[in-house]
Structures are given as structure tokens and as C-alpha cells.
């Protein structure tokens, strides 16, 4: 997930578009998307209000977004793709199985595959390596939490 710094965040969004307004828009509503999903999940509190907040991104906002109007064909398949694995390290993070519990633990952070995806549509592969990395120091690397951690949870 992103950090609680709205300006760091804007500008790596930006960043990672190459400037494209609509583009890191629309990166800000998955990250928002994918908040409140979470919260749903996890949370007892606000949770009227947050399937609220989740209908009105989902339905309102994302499908009126200029970017993922002109990019739905090729964004569709890999939000669906991240949709699955977030389920997915769900149900494997209780697995007997050792491998599924690590698989599981990296798969529930798959929404860094869009932010991928709108690199590469922005920029190119090159662009799209160079902000994959950026996106998992800006994100990931001063996390300590371990499997075993997230198992817990």
C-alpha cells in the first residue's frame, strides 16, 4: 500500500505516469479501491459507510476516469488477475502448505501490477522496470513484516 504522505505519493504517481494526469488518477483510485477493500475485510467499524465509499470509486469514479476508458481492454484482465491473487493469499495465508503461505503473503500485494501495467502503457518496458523497482522501495522496502507476521493478523 501506498504511504500516508499525499504529496510524496502524488508525485511518485506522477512519476511513475511520466506527468499523465489521468493516468495517476486513476492509479490513486486503485490504491483508494484497494484501502477500503481491505477495510471491509479486516474491519467491523464503518463498514456501511466504507462499501459506500467502495461503490461510489468503483462504479462512479474509476469507469468515468479518461485513462481507463481508453486503457479498459487492457486494464480489465489485470485488475481481474490482481482481484484473484488478493483472494487467493487470503485463503492461503491459513494453508498447511509452506509454499502457498509465501506465495500468499507476496500475492496480496498484486495491485503493484497495475501500477506496472500503467507504467509500461505510459512509457515502455523500460519505464515499466524502472517504476516497478521505484513502486517497491517506495512501498515495500522498509516493511520487516514477515510471513509468519501476516499469518497472525
Known amino acids: ?56 470509486r468503483t462504479l462512479t469514479r474509476l469507469p468515468v476516469n479518461p485513462f481507463f476508458v481508453r486503457h479498459a481492454a487492457t486494464l480489465a484482465p489485470i485488475i481481474n488477475s490482481v482481484i484473484v491473487q488478493w483472494e487467493l493469499s487470503d485463503e492461503w495465508r491459513s494453508s498447511r502448505d509452506a509454499l502457498k503461505r509465501q506465495f500468499g503473503f507476496v500475492m496480496r500485494e498484486a495491485v503493484g501490477s497495475i501500477v506496472t501495467a500503467v507504467a509500461a502503457i505510459c ?14 522501495e517506495f512501498c515495500h522496502a522498509g516493511s520487516r513484516e514477515t510471513v509468519e507476521d501476516w499469518m497472525r493478523d
Open 123 to 136: 512509457g515502455g518496458y523500460d519505464h515499466a522496470k524502472t517504476t516497478a523497482e521505484d513502486f517497491f
Open 1 to 56: 500500500m501506498l504511504p500516508n504522505e499525499p504529496d510524496a505519493v502524488r508525485a511518485a504517481l506522477l512519476r511513475w505516469t511520466r506527468g499523465d494526469e489521468a493516468a495517476a488518477d486513476f492509479l490513486s483510485e486503485i490504491a483508494e479501491i484497494a484501502r477500503l477493500a481491505d477495510d471491509i475485510v479486516d474491519e467491523d467499524e464503518n463498514r456501511q459507510r466504507n462499501v459506500c465509499w467502495l461503490l461510489v
